[in-house]
Nanobody
Framework: QVQLVESGGGLVQAGGSLRLSCAAS????????MGWFRQAPGKEREFVAS????????YYAESAKGRFTISRDNAKNTVALQMNSLTPEDTAVYYC?????????????????WGQGTQVTVSS
């Protein structure tokens, strides 16, 4: 099992930026996919962005394209999510997750390791 810890959440005004970070520890696999998901009050957990650990191939939800950037540092075992042009609709708890099989990029139920989440609040 891989342990994941998110950080970097906070309160920001609309139009502002935040950078989230996810630190991974324990057993890691070069074939893994790392993803960011979010859950807003009253809503289901939804996909935001993901990246393959080895090749760095990225995938984004439509709502994130052009505003968010996911990246990884394999040497440090970290994954980051740079969020720009934030709106109140981005307010949610953001979770880092891992699919160790490397087969899935979008579906929350297929990610087997999860962090505890970090709160992002965007004020209007």
């Amino acid at each position: 099992q891989v342990q994941l810890v998110e950080s970097g959440g906070g309160l920001v005004q609309a139009g502002g930026s935040l950078r989230l970070s996810c630190a991974a520890s324990g057993r890691t696999f070069s074939s893994a996919v790392m993803g960011w998901f979010r859950q807003a009050p009253g809503k289901e957990r939804e996909f935001v962005a993901s990246i393959s650990w080895s090749a760095g191939t990225t995938y984004y939800a439509e709502s994130a394209k052009g505003r968010f950037t996911i990246s990884r540092d394999n040497a440090k075992n970290t994954v980051a999510l740079q969020m720009n042009s934030l709106t109140p609709e981005d307010t949610a708890v953001y979770y880092c997750a891992a699919d160790l099989s490397g087969r899935y990029y979008y579906t929350p139920r297929q990610f087997t390791s999860w962090g505890q989440g970090t709160q992002v609040t965007v004020s209007s």
